[in-house]
């Protein structure tokens, strides 16, 4: 199994993969882990949030990109 996802502009490394999110029909949301997490604090209470990036893969604008993604998951 390949360490990364080669697509037609971008290659994944899967480790930085967290969730591929399929649940709409015709498109993948591969969600990436967080690299940056910023918050405030004040005597023991404040909040802390991080930015999660995610790429989209839509069946209808990225054909060959969507085919790419379905045959990998299909060799998991």
């Known amino acids: 199994m390949s360490r990364f996802l080669k697509l037609t502009k971008i290659i994944i490394n899967a480790n930085q993969i967290r969730i591929i999110d399929f649940n709409q029909p015709n498109k993948y949301n591969i969600h990436l882990v967080a690299k940056e997490i910023y918050g405030w604090t004040i005597f023991g209470t404040g909040s802390i949030?991080?930015?999660?990036?995610?790429?989209?893969?839509?069946?209808?604008?990225?054909?060959?990109?969507?085919k790419i993604v379905s045959e990998w998951i299909e060799k998991l």
């Open 49 to 66: 949030e991080s930015y999660e990036p995610y790429i989209t893969v839509c069946q209808e604008k990225d054909q060959e990109d969507y």
